[in-house]
T-cell receptor
Framework: AQSVTQLDSQVPVFEEAPVELRCNYS??????LFWYVQYPNQGLQLLLK??????LVKGINGFEAEFNKSQTSFHLRKPSVHISDTAEYFC???????????FGRGTSLIVHP | IAGITQAPTSQILAAGRRMTLRCTQD?????MYWYRQDLGLGLRLIHY???????GKGEVPDGYSVSRANTDDFPLTLASAVPSQTSVYFC????????????FGQGTRLTVV
């Protein structure tokens, strides 16, 4: 069985500062990895995904993530955040061939002016 | 606009009553899911369906049932609601299960009193 750990429940940061949201997973097989964002009172939407190939994945809104197989991590980064990035961020993992993604508990990114 | 439609958007329900949350997608996706979102617990899978005619239990299935009579619809039924089922419920779908991203509805906020 796979699991996803988002190490920080809340990350406060000032506008224009860099940010990293951490995600670690456990799985005995190859995985597909995703980051989703949830704005207040909305559903989740995809930020980026890693299926195979280059370990550095670029997504929407200037976010990127790096897959590190040896550390079983898929941390999300943005070099300069905006107020509008304030949201809940979820990391998700699907073991190869599985129909069921597993989500982490989420990290609340709070961007202060 | 293509996507997932959930109804109702919110509901206050008396304990012991039966309730069906509706979910319809128009993307012809094979896989569909129901999650509940609770503060501090992230998204937890209730039930899923890999394809029309099949369903499976997720992490927290007790007190819930689903059906998948066709590709588009995946209703979630609470047979006899209890206060612990107060939550925000999200329906999602994906084209090919875990190897493709999930698309989410806007959620149903359910309060059981």
């Amino acid at each position: 069985a796979q699991s996803v750990t988002q190490l920080d429940s809340q990350v406060p940061v000032f506008e224009e500062a860099p940010v990293e949201l951490r995600c670690n997973y456990s799985s005995s097989v190859s995985v597909y990895l995703f980051w989703y964002v949830q704005y207040p009172n909305q559903g989740l939407q995809l930020l980026l995904k890693y299926l195979s190939g280059s370990t550095l994945v670029k997504g929407i809104n200037g976010f990127e993530a790096e897959f590190n197989k040896s550390q079983t991590s898929f941390h999300l980064r943005k070099p300069s955040v905006h107020i509008s990035d304030t949201a809940e961020y979820f990391c998700a993992v699907s073991p190869g061939g599985s129909y069921i993604p597993t989500f982490g508990r989420g990290t609340s990114l709070i961007v202060h002016p | 606009i293509a996507g997932i439609t959930q109804a109702p958007t919110s509901q206050i329900l008396a304990a012991g009553r039966r309730m069906t949350l509706r979910c319809t997608q128009d993307m012809r996706h094979n896989a569909m899911y129901w999650y509940r979102q609770d503060l501090g617990l992230g998204l937890r899978l209730i039930h899923y369906s890999n394809t029309a005619g099949t369903t499976g239990k997720g992490e927290v299935p007790d007190g819930y049932s689903v059906s998948r009579a066709n590709t588009d619809d995946f209703p979630l039924t609470l047979a006899s609601a209890v206060p612990s089922q107060t939550s925000v419920y999200f329906c999602a779908s994906s084209e090919a299960g875990g190897i493709t991203e999930a698309f989410f509805g806007q959620g149903t906020r359910l309060t059981v009193v």
